[in-house]
């Protein structure tokens, strides 16, 4: 988290987007940036499974990011229009990737997006204990109807950042299981595994998603490799994302 809101920082400064693709260490509950959660999950529950916690810049839901792929986005609010504009071009690339692999993904409504956006740090709607993957909203990824790609977008000082899950497999169930007190049944959301019929690779996934990149938006992109001021920022923000304050702040 504290290296994607470096790379927001990035953008901001130097104009330039920054597509990051990664996965997780370590099996973690990641909640939405002003999402409703203390009090809601079963701490005790959630150190026996070994789930981390850790609350995102970006708003949403609460997502288990084990076995999936997260993307992340930075750029220059000036380069981005609005809502819309941003999460369309986004997903163009996001659907460009997943198509190479094979999966037949759409996008919900796509005329009429009304996905999640965060601006500054002002109080906003809070997200309840629902999980990100329960439905799909218009503007989402989907496979046959059930979501693929669950994305939010914060946008603060002129650069904007946006995350999203690609789930690999479905686990996402599971959340139901973390809360003290159990919700509505979970829908089974699509997953690469379904669409697909294998797994595919988190280094199969990268390479589409690149590759998507290259084809539509700048055939000379390149890696950012180590850039010392990107990781310094990152250290910087880390001791954030490790505060109890923060991850239970709502």
């Not at 409504?109 to 965060?118: C, I, Q």
Request: hydrophobic share 40%; proline share 4%; aromatic share 6%.
């Amino acid at each position: 988290m504290a290296l994607d809101e470096a790379l927001m920082s990035y953008a901001r400064d130097t104009g330039h987007w920054v597509l990051r693709v990664y996965s997780w260490s370590t099996p973690t509950l990641s909640l939405g940036r002003n999402q409703a959660a203390r009090g809601g999950y079963d701490l005790s529950r959630l150190a026996e499974q070994g789930i981390a916690v850790v609350r995102r810049p970006t708003g949403g839901r609460a997502i288990l990011h084990d076995r999936e792929v997260t993307y992340s986005v930075a750029g220059p609010v000036d380069d981005a229009g609005d809502l819309r504009e941003s999460y369309g071009r986004i997903n163009r690339l996001l659907l460009a990737g997943l198509r190479t692999l094979g999966a037949r993904a759409t996008v919900v409504d796509d005329d009429t997006p009304t996905l999640s956006e965060e601006s500054g740090d002002r109080d906003r709607a809070e997200p309840g204990l629902l999980p990100c993957f329960h439905h799909a909203s218009r503007g989402e990824i989907t496979v046959d109807g059930r979501k693929l790609v669950g994305s939010a977008q914060w946008r603060c000082d002129g650069a904007l950042l946006q995350h999203g899950s690609i789930l690999i497999d479905d686990d996402q169930i599971q959340l139901a299981e973390l809360l003290i007190q159990r919700g509505p049944a979970m829908p089974r959301p699509a997953t690469l595994r379904d669409a697909l019929g294998h797994v595919p690779s988190e280094a199969d996934v990268t390479a589409a998603l690149f590759a998507a990149v290259r084809a539509d938006e700048d055939p000379h992109a390149s890696e950012i490799d180590g850039d010392s001021c990107i990781v310094e920022r990152a250290r910087q923000l880390r001791a954030r994302y490790l505060d109890d304050s923060w991850t239970w702040r709502r």
